[in-house]
């Protein structure tokens, strides 16, 4: 039977610090948010929703009425054709979820066992479990301050001759610095796969997160800026990567007769449900853009004024989408801790979230990277915490939010 990797907090030694405490209970409160013009409710704020308020139910209705519903009709290869042009490239190849998106795109290069790929420690496990998947080793770099990104200083370190691609994740929705990056790669001979699953509609220097590299994975899970309940999709300019990609995810099928199989293939084919939903969604994904970052702004306007607060990075070249609006939290300055801080919005009814464990400090990678401190990583985890988030959010959300963490504050000091 498979046996799980344990991790005592002792073995971990003063990286223990940086590991979150239990999850606060939320509270469900009354507080006047007039939504959709009903009177004060009890009501928590989560801190994501899906928006569903364009054709979803118009496509979802007409795969059900067509009996289209699996993975064959018009919606997928709409979808895929939608999604890679709001990405500015000519292929889109959609998949179960962003993870195995992840992992097909990698696999398209013909990554295996001994070869290696760089990635931040700082990350959703997702993005190193895809290259292990693979047999390949996750290669682990620092996160920069300036942008919770990868240190792309460090990246030029940590290739060796088995260094084989870079997977830079492009942060709560904050673009990777890619010129950089991609210069490093083309001066090495490395492949470079975005993870792009928190960044739908971000811009580096104007230029569309997907288009940044030789291709990239987005997830449609159902907290993203855009979703299909589950879902993913690779994005690419690469004919070769698209075509392998599509053959791949499902079985591998080959053109020259039925069940004749020349490559070991996946079942990561999405459903024409889901991207009917997809298609809508990204139909209005402009908009959705607009509104994070407008609530961003909101947020920061007033978060900034509050002493321990450290509010999102937008580098001048940068297009910040705020999947997640993260804070972090300065316990000297802001007067308790971050997990003393989700308590107390969790009793006023607002959820939170701890940002992301280094890949060095899970129990199931732990020894591999046993020795190896990432400090930057460490802080962001240590600090960090999303507040409610979602596109749907009222300016009175957020006035609420931010009135709950000014209270906590005045309660610590």
Known sequence: ??????????????????????EPELQVTVHPIPRFGEPPRPRIIPVCEPTLTGNELKYVTECIETNWISSI??????????????????????????????HLALA?????????????????????????YLGARPVLVDSELETWNMDINQVEDKITPRTRAIVPVHTYGHPVDMDALNEIAERHNLWVIEDAAEAHGARYKGRPVGSLGHAAAFSFYGNKIITTGEGGM?????????????????????????FWHKFIGFNYRMTNLQAAVGLAQTEQLERFVEA??????????????IPGITTPPEAEWATNVYWMYGILVDEKEFGMTRDELRQALARRGIETRTFFIPMHCQPVYFHQ???????????????????????????????????AIEEAHREGR
């Not at 907090?9 to 990286?15: F, H, I, P, Q, V």
């Not at 223990?16 to 239990?22: D, F, K, L, S, T």
């Open 108 to 132: 398209t290069l013909g990554l295996g066992p001994g070869d290696e790929v760089i990635i931040p420690t700082f990350t959703m496990i997702a993005t190193a479990n895809a290259v292990t």
């Open 369 to 403: 990277y046993k020795g190896e401190r990432y400090p930057r990583a460490e802080l962001l985890c240590k600090r960090g915490m999303y507040l409610p988030s979602a596109s749907s959010l009222t300016e009175s959300d957020i006035d609420y939010v931010v009135g």
């Open 1 to 22: 039977m498979l046996e799980p990797v344990e991790l005592s907090l002792s073995e971990m030694g003063d990286l223990a610090e940086i590991i979150p405490g239990p």
């Open 234 to 258: 690779i994005t690419t300019d690469d004919e070769e990567i698209a075509r392998l990609a599509w053959n791949l995810r499902d079985h591998a099928f080959s053109e020259e007769r039925h």
């Open 292 to 305: 994070r970052r407008a609530n961003a702004a909101r947020y920061t306007e007033r978060l900034s004024k």
């Open 73 to 102: 009709g018009r919606f997928v290869q709409e979808f895929e054709a939608a999604f890679a042009a709001a990405c500015g490239v000519r292929y889109g190849v959609a998949c179960a979820n962003g993870t195995v998106a992840l």
